[in-house]
């Protein structure tokens, strides 16, 4: 691999606040966006990834405002992903300060919604978020995963593979891969539905759902994962980016060392 493993923090936010559960229930809080999103930039991760996780299903755009404060606080490049419905939603996020837009829900009604924002911004500005679960009792798909929508809450019967590969075809850039069923159980990425994915796409992935401790980041990356996406081990101090680097650069693989910016910064909640 010559590329640098990206390691990416998430920022599941729900009304302002950045929260966290399991397989996207019983949701606690876990702090200011703002605020984890500087201290994840001084701690040296590469991106973020900032999810407004009910902006679907209650209908709504995402909240700009918060997007907009958040990034003004960090220098890294900035996901955004909830509630983007059309060409004009994302326009919207990237004046707002996205430099990435994340669809989901509204592609899966109309898969012509990838092409145009593809056409119009380019395949680097657009990342497909894939919520995928081994298909349930009485569903079946080719691959056995199942593509799900509204944070998980509802299924479609759409094959995940099949999906993705078309989505790439389209114009998506790069693939999110979210497990549901590992989704905050912090009992490791789902490395075979990974390795399935990696071997139907050639856009970059970004593997996330279930991160537990370091040692679940490098089979990740080795099952194809591009990248490894984390929320509850960061937000609640488990982990920090440098111990997840450090266990990527012990496995082999290349990580981006963080700029120096001086200082420090305190993590949220923690005296100063």
């Known amino acids: 691999m010559s590329l640098s493993v990206r390691v990416i923090p998430c920022l599941d936010v729900d009304r302002g606040r950045v929260v966290k559960g399991v397989n996207f229930a019983d949701l606690r809080d876990a702090g200011d966006p703002v605020a984890l999103a500087r201290l994840y930039d001084a701690e040296g991760a590469d991106e973020l990834v900032f999810l407004d996780i009910t902006a679907s299903a209650q209908d709504r755009s995402t909240t700009y405002d918060v997007v907009e404060r958040t990034a003004g606080e960090v220098f890294i490049p900035l996901t955004v992903g909830g509630g983007v419905r059309s060409v004009g939603d994302v326009d919207r996020l990237l004046r707002a300060g996205a430099d990435k837009v994340g669809v989901n829900t509204a592609a899966l009604q109309r898969p012509e919604l990838i092409a145009e924002i593809a056409d119009r911004f380019g395949a680097q500005v657009l990342v497909l978020s894939v919520d995928a679960r081994r298909t349930p009792t009485g569903v079946s798909t080719p ?17 995940a593979l099949a999906w993705a590969e078309r989505a790439a075809r389209l114009g998506a850039g790069e693939i ?43 089979p990740a990356v080795a099952a194809g994962a591009d990248a490894v996406l984390a929320a509850s081990v960061f937000h609640f101090g488990t982990l920090r980016i440098g111990q997840v680097k450090a266990a990527l650069t012990a496995a082999g693989y290349p990580v981006r060392t963080p700029c120096s910016r001086g200082g420090s910064v305190t993590p949220p909640g923690e005296p100063g």
């Open 143 to 159: 691959s056995g995963f199942e593509v799900t929508t509204h944070g998980g809450r509802r299924g479609t019967g759409i094959d």
């Open 176 to 218: 999110l891969l979210n497990s549901m069923d590992a989704d905050g159980t912090g009992q490791g990425y789902d490395l075979a539905m990974i390795a399935a994915l990696r071997g139907v796409v050639a856009v970059p992935v970004v593997a996330s759902g279930g991160a537990g401790t370091a040692a679940d980041f490098p």
